[in-house]
């Protein structure tokens, strides 16, 4: 079946690691998010990836970084840089751009990072 | 910069009736794309809706309707004979083109409303 797939599910951490987040889709889409989601917000955009080997900052990149190297592969790593990582983390994608159309973008189940 | 206003924090209604879930948004791009995406308690973000800016056309789905009015800013999701099923947090989003990079969408996402349909 395609989707996307988050793992794993629940991740907990001590403070001072790095941890990284997986998130892998087999749509054949272009484009992969990350997104953050706290308590009775909504979504930040963390980073995004138009294209294999190239990624943007979205509004609250510090403390995060991400890679590229495969289409189907947009893993977010939580550096210790950042100074309140728990929270739920989600990781979206969208078919490829056509023009000026955009798409919607599909979630994955989201992993949930608890630092201890 | 964009914004998306769902100023009902939480919902709570009794099986059956109609609920209806607002969302005011803030762009200055004529072309644009407006979402709503539903979150059950399991977590993961279920589409429901994408509206173009030029369309302004009801529409309905179901049980489910929508109201898109370009005057006010608004895209405003109804729920008729609401469910239990129905429970969960539901997103408004707008979406705008940015020029980092190569040029992409992003979206924008509103803070949601926590509906509760009590049996």
């Known amino acids: 079946d395609g989707g996307i797939t988050q793992s794993p599910k629940y991740l907990f951490r001590k403070e001072g690691q790095n941890v990284t987040l997986s998130c892998e889709q087999n749509?054949?889409?272009?484009?992969m998010y990350w997104y953050r989601q706290d308590p009775g917000q909504g979504l930040r955009l963390i980073y995004y990836s138009q294209i294999v080997n190239d990624f943007q900052k979205g509004d609250i990149a510090e403390g995060y970084s991400v890679s590229r190297e495969k289409k189907e592969s947009f893993p977010l790593t939580v550096t210790s840089a950042q100074k309140n990582p728990t929270a739920f983390y989600l990781c979206?994608?969208?078919?490829?751009?056509?023009?000026?159309?955009?798409?919607?973008?599909?979630f994955g189940p989201g992993t949930r990072l608890t630092v201890l | 910069a964009q914004k998306v206003t769902q100023a009902q924090t939480e919902i709570s209604v009794v099986e059956k009736e109609d609920v209806t879930l607002d969302c005011v948004y803030e762009?200055?791009?004529?072309?644009?794309?407006l979402f709503w995406y539903k979150q059950p308690p399991s977590g993961e973000l279920v589409f429901l809706i994408r509206r173009n800016s030029f369309d302004e056309q009801n529409e309905i789905s179901g049980r489910y309707s929508w109201n898109f009015q370009k005057s006010t800013s608004s895209f405003n999701f109804t729920i008729t004979a609401s469910q239990v099923v129905d429970s969960a947090v539901y997103f408004c989003a707008l979406s705008e083109w940015t020029d980092s990079g190569a040029g992409s969408y992003q979206l924008t996402f509103g803070k949601g409303t926590k509906l509760s349909v009590i049996p």
């Open positions: 762009t200055r791009d004529t072309t644009y794309y």
């Open positions: 979206a994608s969208s078919p490829p751009l056509a023009g000026r159309y955009t798409d919607t973008q599909y």
């Open positions: 749509l054949n889409h272009d484009a």
